[in-house]
């Protein structure tokens, strides 16, 4: 796809989420066509673990057709699995949307890794203990800039901010959270290469204290 193409597919999808932010489907768009350089990148990096070379090697999938939810639906809450599907569930959201095909990148390896990343964005969310509202969006980008660096949540932080922090007068998340955000994602482990699915039974205290992952204080952005 063209340089031009490419331009005029980001900065339609960015009019349509500043509009609506809910148009996952948009943004995703910005991320294939933003993301690749990043993803390549992290494609070199990934496989100097022995967990990253596994999941590039087996390829696992965050979906109603490989994990068993009911199973995790039994787990106590403050096991990862549980806490993880009472994120989906009280969300009335399913892991499946995040499963859907890449559309803008043609290399296998890439397409999946982005695909890994959407999946496991829900796992983020149990383990800082942030909802789906627009603001805590985009505190888990602010989060995910300080992981992976990808241009997709550098645009989040800065127009997302716009509208759901200054716009919304979240003042209390402009002092302190959006720091707190990108600190945590910035100091914990790599966890683009973390097999979540070995972990379902572990207490989300363990998970987090093994990979470095500080939740965010939801007191302070609440109001």
Do not use: C
């Amino acid at each position: 796809m063209s340089t031009v193409a490419d331009g005029f597919w980001v900065a339609r999808a960015v009019v349509r989420v500043m509009a609506d932010s809910t148009q996952t489907r948009e943004i995703h768009r910005v991320e294939e066509i933003t993301g690749r350089p990043r993803y390549r990148a992290l494609l070199e990096v990934l496989p100097r673990t022995p967990e990253g070379r596994r999941i590039l090697a087996e390829r696992p999938e965050l979906s109603s057709q490989h994990v068993d939810y009911d199973a995790l639906r039994a787990l106590p809450a403050d096991t990862l699995g549980g806490a993880y599907v009472r994120h989906l569930d009280d969300n009335g959201i399913t892991a499946d949307y995040q499963a859907a095909a890449t559309r803008h990148v043609d290399d296998p390896d890439m397409a999946y890794l982005m695909r890994r990343f959407r999946q496991t964005h829900d796992v983020w969310h149990a383990l800082l203990g942030l909802g789906i509202t627009g603001h805590e969006e985009v505190l888990i980008h602010w989060f995910s800039y300080g992981q992976l660096r990808l241009p997709v949540s550098a645009m989040i932080m800065l127009f997302g901010t716009l509208k759901h922090l200054v716009a919304e007068r979240r003042w209390a998340a402009l002092r302190h959270s959006l720091s707190e955000a990108y600190r945590a994602g910035r100091d914990a482990d790599q966890l683009l290469s973390v097999y979540w699915e070995d972990l379902w039974r572990e207490p989300l205290a363990v998970v987090r204290q093994r990979y470095a992952i500080t939740p965010l204080d939801r007191s302070r952005f609440a109001s």
